[in-house]
C-alpha cells in the first residue's frame, strides 16, 4: 500500500478476531499502514476503531481471546508474526516500546517504580545493578520527574497521573527503542499536562531520532505532530494521508466528518457536528465499507466487495468507491 | 512498620474482646445448673453450694463476666474432672501437638496448592487445567473424615507403608526430651534420627490428610488471582518490555497474585483448626482436639470452654500476622496506614 | 414497581438463554442437576424403597462384606448399610437445607437492614458477624452444640449461626451498592416509605447473589452437620445419618471392613459434590464474570 523501501515498520492485510461469549468480533480487517524511520504517524479513529488492537498485535502482547488471522507485521523486513516467542521477546523494549494507556494500572502496583525501570534497563543493556539504577535515575531526571533519587522508590499510587504517565514513558524509552508506540498519551490527563507530556515524547523522539506511532482519539491533537495520519473505523484503515494534507483536503467522508468535529480556533460552535451513527456492531455480518450506513455519500455501489484501496495522490491512500 | 503494627493489634481487640464475651455466654448456657455441672455428679449440696460461691455463680451476670475475666487474665480456666488437671496445664502439654499437626498441614497444602494453582493458571484449557479443576471440585466435596479413613485404610491396612494411627509415636519410641513441644523439632535438637523418623512417620497420613483438604481451597484461590493478575495492565506492560518469562511470572504476577492468597490462607487455617478436631479422633492423636472431644464424653464443659478459647485466640493471632503479613508484601497497605 | 418487573423478566430470558449456552458448554452441570433430582427422590421415596429395616439388626450377619443380598454390607449390629444409606437421604438433606434457609433469611434480613437504614442496626449487625468470624466456625460449632446440648433444634440453629455471616455481609455490601440506584431514587420520589422501597425494590434485587451462595453455601452445611455428627455432637445414634455411619464404621476401617464407613461416606461426598457443581453453574448463570 505504501512504499515499503525504508520503512522500519510494515503492517499489512493484518486482520485481527475476538472470541466472545456474544460471538465473534471482527475487531481488526486487512490493515495496512508503514512507519518509516524517525517518522511521526498518527492513528486516529473514535474508540472501537481497533487503534489499540493493532498497536498490541505490533507488540505481541494481544488479549488471549484475540486471535490475528492473516496478515503480517515487518520491523526491519523481519515478519514478526511467523518469529517464535523468544525471538519475538528480543525486539520487544530494545526494538520497540510502547507505553501504554492509563499508566497507573500499566504499572506494577507493589514494585518501586525505579526498579521497574531497571528491570528494563537489567533486560537490555549490559548495565549492572548500580550503573542500572544511575541511568534509571538519569532517564526519570529526562522525563522530569523531580527529585529523582526519591521517587526511584515510590509506588505508582503516591505518584499523580502525570508522573505515572512520565514514568511509563521512561520505561518505554528506557531500551532506547528505534520505534515507539505510545497510546492515548495524554488521555486522563489535565490540558497543562497533556501539552507537558505530548511535548516531552515529541522531543524524545526527536533526540534519539525514534520512529514514533501516536494513537488518539483526538484528531487535532495527533495533526500537530505526526508526520502522516492513518485514519481508522470500525477494524478498517480509511485513510492515510501526510497531515497537512488530509487536513487541508480529506478525501475520506469520515475524515471529514472527524474533521468537522475536531474544534479549530476559527471554528464556531455551530460549525462543529457530530458524526451521525455510532461504530457498527462488529459481531454482525458488515457491507464491505463499515462506513456505509453512517455514510451522506453511500451509494448500490458501495455494497460491492471488495473494499477498494486508491491511492489517490502519491502518498494519499483512501478506501472509498466515492471519495470527496 | 511499628506503626502499623500497633494499628492491627488495636484492630485486632474486638474480636477479642467478641471470644471472651461469647465463651461466657456459652458457659452460661449450660443446661441444668452451672454448679452442680462443675461440681461433678457425685457432689454433695454443700459441695455443691462451695462451688456456686467459688465460681461466683451466686453475683449478678456483669461481676461473673468480670471474674469470668479475672480468671482468664490469672490463666485460670478451671479444672478438666477427666484428668483433675488445671484446663491450662492440659492445653499446655496437648497444643504443641495439635500446632505441629496443624501447620505440617497448612505447609504441604500451600507447598502443593500454589504451585498448582499457578501451574493450572498459566496454562488456561489445557488438560492440567483440567485436571487441577476436578481436583479441586473434588478436594472441596470430600469430607475429611472420610478421606482421613480412606487414607488410613489403603496406605496402613492395603499396602502397610504407614505405621497405625495410633498418636504421635509407635509404642517403643520414648518421646524426646521437651523443649518446643513440636516432635520434630525438639528431635532434632537432640540430634536423634530415629525419633525424628517415627515422630515424622507418624506424622504423614494426618499431615496428608489435612493437606489434602487445605489444598482445594488454597489451589483454587491462587489459580483465580494468578488468572487475574496474568491478565492485568501491568504484566502486559511487563511483557511488551520484552522481560524474561521467569521475571514476568514471578515478580510481576505471582507477588501481585499473593496477596489475595495470602488473606485467603487466614479462612483456610481457620477451616483446619476445625478439620483438626476430626483428625486427631481419627489418628488418635494426642492434641486439644482429642483431649475436647474426650471430655465431651463425660460432659465436662470446662476442657471445651479452654477448647474453644485456645483456638480461637489461636486463629486471632494467625490473622493478626497474615495482616502484618499482607503489609509486609503490599505498600499500598503499609504506607497509607 | 413495573419497571423492576420487566427487568426481572428480561434478566430471566437472559439468563434462560446463557443457561442453555452454559449447559452445553458444561456438560457436568446436567450431570449435578441429574444428580440432585436423585437425591431428592431418595430423601423423598427412600424410606418406602429400600430393601431392609434400617433399623433391624441381625446377630447372624455382623459386618458382612457387600454381596448380593447386602449390596452395600452389614454394619457391626448386622444392620444393611445401603437401606440405612438411602434413608439417610432425607435426614441430612433436611438438617443441612433448614439450616441454610435460616441463615440465608436471618442474614439477607439483617444484613440488608444494617445496609440500608445504617447507625446503629448497621454497628449491631456488624459487631455480631466479626464476633462470629473471629472463631474458627467449626470449633464454635462444637462450643454451641456442647453448651445448649444436641438436639435436632440445636444442631440446625448453630448451622445457621455459624453462617449467618456470609449472607449479612454479602447481603449488606449488595444493598449499599444499590441504596444510591436510579431506579430507588424513583421509588423514594414516587412517595414510597423507606422500609417498602427495602422491602420491593432493593433486597429483591439482592437475592440472585445470595441465591448462589445458599447453593455453595449447602454442601458446606451437609460437611458441617456431617462433621459434627462423626465426633459425637450431631444426630445420636441408632438414627441412620451418613456422619454417624461413618463413625461408626471408622474402627473396622483398620481391620480391613472397609464398607461399612466407605458407603455412607461416598454418599456424603456425592451429595456435597452435586450442591458444589450446581453452585458453580448457577454463580455462572448469574455473574458470568466471576467464573474460575
Known amino acids: ?62 488479549h488471549p481471546a484475540g486471535r490475528v488471522t492473516g496478515g503480517s507485521v515487518r520491523f526491519r523486513g523481519a515478519d514478526l508474526l511467523a518469529l517464535g516467542e523468544e525471538e519475538r521477546r528480543g525486539y520487544c523494549g530494545r526494538e520497540m516500546a510502547i507505553a501504554f494507556q492509563n499508566a497507573r494500572a500499566a504499572l506494577n502496583p507493589i514494585r518501586p517504580v525505579g526498579r521497574q525501570i531497571e528491570d528494563v534497563l537489567l533486560r537490555h543493556t549490559d548495565l549492572g545493578r548500580s550503573a542500572a539504577r544511575d541511568r534509571a535515575l538519569e532517564l526519570f531526571a529526562r522525563v522530569q520527574i523531580p527529585d529523582p533519587p526519591r521517587l526511584h522508590g515510590a509506588y505508582p499510587f503516591e505518584l499523580s497521573g502525570g508522573m505515572c504517565q512520565r514514568v511509563m514513558i521512561a ?90 468535529t475536531t474544534p479549530h480556533p476559527d471554528s464556531r460552535l455551530a460549525d462543529l457536528r457530530p458524526i451521525p451513527g455510532s461504530v457498527p456492531d462488529l459481531r454482525e455480518a458488515l457491507p464491505p465499507c463499515r462506513y456505509r450506513y453512517r455514510c451522506e455519500r453511500a451509494a448500490p455501489e458501495c455494497d460491492e466487495p471488495p473494499l477498494p484501496r486508491v491511492e489517490i495522490t502519491p502518498g494519499h491512500f483512501v478506501a472509498c468507491r466515492r471519495p470527496l | ?225 494468578m488468572l487475574g493478575v496474568l491478565a492485568s495492565d501491568y504484566v502486559r506492560t511487563a511483557r511488551a518490555g520484552g522481560l524474561a518469562p521467569r521475571t514476568v511470572l514471578y515478580v510481576y504476577a505471582l507477588r501481585n497474585a499473593l496477596l489475595p492468597v495470602v488473606t485467603a490462607l487466614g479462612i483456610v487455617f481457620a477451616f483446619l483448626l476445625g478439620v483438626n478436631v476430626v483428625v486427631e479422633k481419627i489418628y488418635a492423636w494426642p492434641g486439644i482436639g482429642s483431649y475436647a472431644l474426650e471430655a465431651v464424653m463425660t460432659s465436662d464443659y470446662a476442657p471445651v470452654q479452654g477448647f474453644v478459647l485456645t483456638m480461637a485466640m489461636i486463629y486471632v493471632a494467625l490473622n493478626l500476622l497474615i495482616d502484618i503479613l499482607y503489609g509486609v508484601i503490599d505498600p499500598r497497605v503499609r504506607i497509607e496506614t | 414497581m413495573s419497571a423492576p418487573a420487566s427487568g426481572a423478566g428480561f434478566a430471566l430470558r437472559q439468563a434462560l438463554r446463557h443457561g442453555r449456552h452454559l449447559l452445553a458448554e458444561n456438560p457436568l452441570s446436567l450431570v449435578a442437576f441429574v444428580m440432585m433430582v436423585s437425591f431428592l427422590g431418595l430423601a423423598l421415596l427412600g424410606q418406602w424403597i429400600v430393601p431392609f429395616d434400617p433399623l433391624a439388626s441381625d446377630a447372624t450377619a455382623q459386618l458382612q462384606a457387600p454381596s448380593r443380598v447386602h449390596w452395600f454390607g452389614t454394619d457391626q449390629v448386622g444392620r444393611d448399610i445401603l437401606s440405612r444409606v438411602v434413608v439417610a437421604t432425607r435426614l441430612d438433606l433436611a438438617i443441612s437445607a433448614s439450616a441454610v434457609v435460616l441463615s440465608f433469611a436471618a442474614g439477607s434480613v439483617a444484613g440488608a437492614c444494617a445496609g440500608f437504614y445504617g447507625g446503629w442496626l448497621e454497628r449491631i449487625t456488624s459487631r455480631v458477624v466479626d464476633t462470629i468470624m473471629a472463631f474458627p466456625l467449626f470449633v464454635l460449632a462444637m462450643g454451641i452444640i456442647v453448651a445448649v446440648g444436641t438436639t435436632l433444634t440445636n444442631i440446625i440453629i448453630t448451622i445457621a449461626v455459624i453462617n449467618f455471616p456470609s449472607y449479612a455481609r454479602m447481603a449488606r455490601a449488595e444493598v449499599n451498592v444499590r441504596r444510591e440506584a436510579g431506579y430507588v431514587e424513583a421509588a423514594r420520589l414516587a412517595g414510597n416509605s423507606p422500609g417498602r422501597i427495602l422491602a420491593l425494590h432493593v433486597y429483591p434485587n439482592c437475592l440472585p447473589p445470595l441465591i448462589v451462595q445458599a447453593s455453595m453455601n449447602m454442601g458446606w452445611a451437609m460437611l458441617s452437620v456431617a462433621g459434627l455428627s462423626f465426633i459425637g455432637l450431631g444426630v445420636r445414634p441408632p438414627t441412620p445419618e451418613w456422619g454417624i455411619m461413618v463413625s461408626e464404621g471408622a474402627a473396622f476401617m483398620i481391620s480391613g471392613e472397609w464398607w461399612a464407613a466407605f458407603f455412607p461416606g461416598l454418599a456424603l461426598m456425592l451429595a456435597v459434590l452435586t450442591f458444589n457443581l450446581l453452585g458453580d453453574a448457577l454463580r455462572d448463570l448469574v455473574d458470568p464474570r466471576r467464573r474460575t
Open chain 1, 1 to 62: 500500500m505504501t512504499g515499503e523501501a525504508g520503512a522500519l515498520l510494515v503492517v499489512e492485510d493484518l486482520s485481527i478476531e475476538f472470541r466472545t461469549r456474544e460471538g465473534i468480533v471482527r475487531a481488526l480487517e486487512r490493515a495496512s499502514f508503514t512507519v518509516g524511520q524517525a517518522e511521526t504517524v498518527g492513528v486516529v479513529g473514535e474508540s472501537g476503531s481497533g487503534k489499540t488492537i493493532t498497536a498490541h498485535a505490533v507488540m505481541g502482547v494481544l
Open chain 2, 1 to 225: 512498620m511499628l506503626r502499623m503494627i500497633g494499628r492491627r493489634l488495636a484492630a485486632a481487640l474486638p474480636g477479642v474482646i467478641g471470644v471472651i464475651v461469647v465463651t461466657f455466654l456459652l458457659n452460661r448456657a449450660l443446661p441444668g445448673d452451672p454448679a452442680a455441672y462443675f461440681a461433678g455428679p457425685a457432689a454433695t449440696p454443700r459441695a455443691i453450694e462451695e462451688i456456686r460461691v467459688k465460681l461466683g455463680l451466686d453475683k449478678s451476670l456483669p461481676e461473673q463476666f468480670g471474674l469470668y475475666v479475672r480468671d482468664l487474665v490469672r490463666g485460670d480456666l478451671g479444672t478438666s474432672l477427666t484428668t483433675g488437671q488445671p484446663v491450662v496445664a492440659d492445653l499446655r502439654a496437648r497444643l504443641p501437638a495439635s500446632l505441629e499437626l496443624t501447620l505440617c498441614g497448612l505447609l504441604l497444602a500451600i507447598a502443593v496448592g500454589v504451585p498448582l494453582g499457578i501451574f493450572a493458571a498459566t496454562r488456561p484449557g489445557s488438560w492440567a487445567d483440567h485436571i487441577a479443576r476436578v481436583l479441586m471440585t473434588m478436594g472441596n466435596s470430600m469430607p475429611v473424615f472420610f478421606s482421613a479413613l480412606l487414607l488410613v485404610y489403603v496406605f496402613y491396612y492395603l499396602l502397610g507403608w504407614a505405621p497405625a494411627p495410633l498418636g504421635r509415636l509407635d509404642a517403643f519410641t520414648p518421646p524426646p526430651g521437651s523443649v518446643t513441644g513440636s516432635f520434630l523439632v525438639d528431635s532434632l535438637l537432640m540430634r536423634d534420627g530415629t525419633v525424628f523418623l517415627a515422630a515424622a512417620k507418624q506424622l504423614v497420613l494426618p499431615t496428608a490428610t489435612l493437606g489434602l483438604a487445605a489444598l482445594a481451597p488454597i489451589a483454587r484461590i491462587t489459580r483465580a488471582a
Open chain 1, 171 to 260: 520505561l518505554a524509552v528506557a531500551g532506547s527503542p528505534a520505534l515507539l508506540i505510545a497510546d492515548e498519551p495524554a488521555t486522563g490527563l489535565d490540558v497543562a499536562t497533556q501539552c507537558a507530556v505530548l511535548e516531552l515524547i515529541e522531543e524524545l523522539a526527536h533526540e534519539n531520532r525514534m520512529a514514533m506511532l501516536l494513537i488518539s482519539h483526538d484528531l487535532g491533537l495527533v495533526g500537530e505532530r505526526a508526520d502522516r495520519v492513518v485514519v481508522m473505523h470500525a477494524g478498517h484503515v480509511v485513510e492515510i494521508a501526510p497531515s497537512a494534507e488530509l487536513f487541508a483536503a480529506p478525501r475520506h467522508p469520515y475524515t471529514a466528518r472527524l474533521l468537522a
